[in-house]
């Protein structure tokens, strides 16, 4: 009995669990198609959230990986995109786009030989794709390999004669290894038969005598005017000598060069005086709003200094939190702690410094101090769906799945619509 018994309960335990497990998906599915939809809205931010989101709720789900990075590469945040596209690669080795994406990466980042080595392994998974033979081509192209990229544009354009970049790359790989008059008509590539454009370049060898008779004509005209001409000046040049004595006159204009001067020495301190009135006119709000700005056009580096300056100026709550915002797309997360800590230290009521610090301490697994940093923002704004939302997910990792129901029943309330798709999954009302 007891021994059926155990098995009963490990076959419960094993059920259970997978019921977990599958939720946990489900959940996982549900915030990468928010990050979809965000990413199709542009929201970037946003769409980086819900990948991470995805990725904490089932961290064996290559989708948001594979996104994340694709929007890591967009940014030219290109070592977060070759770590996330490795995780997928780890995740899901046969498949083709996660090798393609990554040789992508390192294409941009003018490491072509990695790029070949990730093409290769694509290829090897997807050999009828024109794609990957193009941006393989393209890698030994620039590796200066003429021969295997124009045996890759080759390859692309028989797979897909539609291909023009294929052709135009194969043209001119062709071109680089020697093979001049060469062009791709679809499939087949022929050479040009010169002869004809040879034989009408002949015609011209005709004309040329006319034309050297022609010339030769006003050319002995033209010399002997000339000279008769050249001859007459010779009389004039003693009239010529008369301007020498409007060289003294000439000579006048020197005291207005006195004058150029003078005026150049006038005008040089009115350009330095300017330029001293423009610095100071830039007060500490001002570097704010270029800072703002410099983060929507996500220029996170030059919005940190713009920012330093406004701090330099003036303390504020506002300059503290777009530093710690810009520090977090930068991944400092330790300076944007430091930075959201200084925001609530000069304004406690800051909703958005506690969920921002709330968000780093659960990408770091820190959940009691996410946790505390949530309750903290739904105190201070209690129809702020986000902080709920957050806070059930900082419950949920840290594995009180109870208080993260009612965090998402606050969210859902508030019309958070994932939070009631999560509820409604997990059996919650």
């Not at 977060?80 to 990466?105: Q, V």
């Not at 001119?172 to 290894?177: D, G, P, V």
């Not at 002997?224 to 003294?248: H, R, T």
Request: net charge negative; with cysteine; hydrophobic share 35%.
């Amino acid at each position: 009995m007891n021994k059926k018994l155990l098995s009963c309960l490990f076959l419960f335990a094993i059920f259970f669990s997978t019921q977990i497990i599958f939720s946990q998906h489900q959940d996982a599915v549900k915030f990468y198609n928010s990050g979809v939809q965000s990413e199709k809205s542009n929201n970037m931010d946003e769409a980086i959230m819900y990948y991470t989101m995805a990725i904490q709720m089932d961290n064996k789900y290559a989708e948001p990986y594979r996104s994340r990075a694709n929007i890591y590469r967009k940014q030219k945040l290109y070592a977060k995109a070759i770590s996330d596209l490795a995780k997928a690669i780890s995740l899901e080795p046969k498949n083709f786009r996660n090798f393609y994406d990554r040789g992508t990466t390192y294409f941009e980042m003018n490491e072509f030989e990695k790029a070949v080595n990730d093409f290769s392994s694509a290829i090897a998974i997807e050999a009828g794709n024109d794609g990957l033979f193009t941006m393989r081509g393209n890698s030994y192209f620039q590796l200066k390999d003429y021969k295997n990229a124009s045996d890759d544009f080759s390859k692309a354009v028989e797979i897909n004669s539609a291909n023009t970049e294929a052709k135009d790359k194969l043209v001119e790989s062709k071109k680089m290894l020697g093979e001049d008059y060469l062009t791709v008509n679809d499939n087949v590539i022929t050479k040009e038969e010169p002869k004809k454009e040879e034989t009408k370049l002949e015609e011209p060898k005709k004309e040329e005598p006319v034309v050297e008779i022609k010339t030769d004509i006003p050319q002995k005209e033209e010399i002997k005017k000339e000279d008769i001409k050249l001859d007459e000046p010779k009389k004039e040049e003693a009239k010529l000598e008369e301007p020498k004595k409007e060289e003294a006159k000439l000579e006048e204009p020197k005291k207005e060069e006195k004058v150029e001067v003078k005026i150049e020495e006038k005008t040089e301190p009115v350009i330095e005086k300017k330029e001293e009135i423009i610095q100071p006119s830039l007060s500490a709000s001002d570097y704010l709003n270029m800072a703002m700005q410099n983060i929507k056009s996500e220029d996170y580096t030059t919005a940190v200094d713009n920012l330093n300056k406004s701090l330099e100026i003036s303390k504020s709550a506002d300059a503290y939190y777009y530093r710690g915002k810009a520090y977090m797309e930068l991944s400092d997360y330790n300076n944007a702690i430091k930075d959201y800590t200084s925001t609530i230290e000069l304004d406690n009521t800051y909703e958005k410094a506690y969920v921002n610090r709330g968000f780093i301490y659960t990408e770091s697994k820190k959940y009691d101090k996410a946790i505390a940093d949530f309750l903290k923002a739904v105190e201070v704004n209690p129809n702020s769906s986000f902080a709920y939302f957050n806070l059930g997910i900082a419950y949920f990792n840290a594995g009180d799945k109870d208080n993260a129901a009612d965090a998402y029943r606050q969210a859902a309330k508030l019309g958070d619509s994932d939070a009631k798709d999560w509820l409604k999954s997990n059996g919650y009302k």
